[in-house]
C-alpha cells in the first residue's frame, strides 16, 4: 500500500498543451509538498501546503497551479507548457517528526 | 544561490570498504541535516538525520558526522555493499520549520 503515490509516472506531451499531475498520500500528513528535480540534478521545492492551505510558493511561474482538495491530496496543474518544464517533480508529504516521504516522481516530457 | 553543497557527483567504492559521501552547506541557520538515497525511477526515501546539538549520529551501518564550525556533513558507509548503489542527497532546514532544501546528490557505485 504506497504510502505516497504519484500519478501518471511518465507524461509526454506537446509544448502549449495542460496538464495536470496527482499525489495523494495515505499517511496522515499534514504537510505536502511539489519538488522539481530539473536537468541539472537540483531537487528545488515548488510549492508547500499544510492542511490544504498555501504555505509556500517559491517563484513557480503562475501557469502552476498546485491544488489541494482535502490534505490527502496534492495535484498539479501546469498550464501552456514549455520546453522548459521538462523535468522529473516529486510529491512528498512530511509527519510531526519533520520526515519526509516522497513519491516515485512523474517525468514529464515537453516535446 | 546552492545554500547545499555536494562537490562530488560520483563515487566508486569497493565493496566492503567505506564510503564517505561529503555535504557543506552555507546557510548557519540550517540546524537539521539529513540524508536521502534514491535507486532510478523511485523518490528519495530518508536514511538518517542529525540535528544541530550533535556531531554525529549512528545507525547501523550508517554514520552521519557534523561539523558546525566548517559548515560540513558527512555521510559513512561501512562496510558498503552492492545494494548500496544509489544516488545519496544531503538535505538541511531550519529547525524543520522550512522545506528542505537538497544538494545535487551523489551517485554511489558499490563495485563487488
Known amino acids: 500500500d504506497t504510502a505516497v503515490s504519484q500519478t501518471p509516472k511518465y507524461l509526454v506531451t506537446q509544448m502549449g498543451n495542460d496538464k495536470s499531475i496527482k499525489c495523494e498520500q495515505n499517511l496522515g500528513h499534514d504537510t505536502m509538498y511539489w519538488y522539481k528535480q530539473d536537468s541539472k540534478k537540483f531537487l528545488k521545492i515548488m510549492f508547500s501546503?499544510?492542511?490544504?492551505?498555501?504555505?509556500i510558493n517559491e517563484t513557480v511561474p503562475n501557469r502552476f497551479s498546485p491544488k489541494s482538495p482535502d490534505k490527502a491530496h496534492l495535484n498539479l496543474h501546469i498550464n501552456s507548457l514549455e520546453l522548459g518544464d521538462s523535468a522529473v517533480y516529486f510529491c512528498a508529504s512530511q509527519g510531526a517528526t519533520g520526515g519526509y516521504t516522497f513519491g516515485s516522481g512523474t517525468r514529464l516530457t515537453v516535446v | 544561490d546552492q545554500q547545499v553543497k555536494q562537490n562530488s557527483p560520483s563515487l566508486s567504492v569497493q565493496e566492503g570498504r567505506i564510503s564517505i559521501l561529503n555535504c557543506d552547506y552555507t546557510n548557519s541557520m540550517f540546524d537539521y541535516f539529513l540524508w536521502y538515497k534514491k535507486y532510478p525511477a523511485e523518490g528519495p526515501t530518508f536514511l538518517i538525520s542529525i540535528s544541530s546539538i550533535k556531531d554525529k549520529n549512528e545507525d547501523g551501518r550508517f554514520t552521519v558526522f557534523l561539523n558546525k564550525s566548517a559548515k560540513h556533513l558527512s555521510l559513512h558507509i561501512v562496510p558498503s555493499q552492492p545494494g548500496d548503489s544509489a544516488v545519496y542527497f544531503c538535505a538541511a532546514s531550519d529547525s524543520g520549520n522550512t522545506p528542505l532544501v537538497f544538494g545535487k546528490g551523489t551517485r554511489l557505485s558499490v563495485i563487488a
Open positions: 501546503y499544510n492542511n490544504k492551505e498555501l504555505i
